[in-house]
């Protein structure tokens, strides 16, 4: 659990979703151990939480030698985007990002909307059988 402001920002992965993981094999406590951890935080901004041993980039000087150590550093949707094409299987991509082979090619938006809001929009789906982003999607539409 890491939680830091980074330009007046909180970053925190205990109240970010975390997204997915990749790491070298090592085994946690090994000298080269290493591990990123992409969240995305309730705004839909994501970050990076990027963890090793002393034999890597996140080594901290600790008195008179190395230890390992920890950090995190926000990312764009697009730096974001470019990790999880490097390290999520197809799949699991798309859930973030949206499938890349759909023609009618839909991304995720991270919406703010009041709570009154959400419940009209949770009735209208419910009562008419289409989903949240299809309702969202006709009333822009229809602008």
């Excluded at 830091?4 to 000298?31: M, P």
């Excluded at 002393?54 to 190395?66: I, L």
């Excluded at 949707?77 to 470019?82: D, I, M, V």
Aim: with cysteine.
């Amino acid at each position: 659990e890491m939680n830091k402001v980074i330009n007046g920002k909180r970053y925190d992965t205990d109240k970010a979703e975390q997204i997915a993981q990749s790491d070298n094999g090592c085994y946690v406590g090994d000298l080269d151990y290493y591990c990123e951890t992409l969240y995305r935080k309730r705004t839909g901004e994501f970050f990076l939480h990027s963890e090793g041993g002393p034999r890597t980039r996140c080594a901290k000087r600790d008195g008179s030698g190395w230890a390992g150590g920890e950090e995190i550093s926000p990312q764009s949707y697009e730096e974001a985007r470019e990790w999880a094409e490097e390290n999520m299987d197809a799949d699991g991509y798309a859930s973030v990002f949206g499938d890349p082979d759909d023609d009618g090619a839909t991304v995720p938006a991270m919406l703010s909307i009041s709570a009154s809001a959400k419940a009209k929009l949770e009735r209208e789906a419910s009562r008419t059988g289409k989903t949240q982003s299809r309702i969202v999607e006709e009333l822009i539409e229809a602008m």
